[in-house]
């Protein structure tokens, strides 16, 4: 969560910056936008966090999660060589 601040900032704040860029408003629109665009966006960054924090709680905690795991990961010896050289 706490590199969601410095990556959303840069955007946030060119963003505003580019869609006043034509306009004949102040400076306190293009700050109201800054400040709006600035939290819309930390806003859905948390919000995806703590949403796939949920899930994985939720799979955790699941009496699947045991065969989920097994089926999900790789088994630990690959095939033979030979049966796939076969002509």
Known sequence: MILSVPLTLLGALTF?????AGWSSGWSQGARTMLAHVVATLAAAWFAFFALLAIQGLL????????LGAWVQPSSSPPPLASWSRC
């Open 16 to 20: 505003p910056v580019i869609m006043h």
């Open 60 to 67: 955790q905690g699941s009496p699947a999660s045991a065969s």
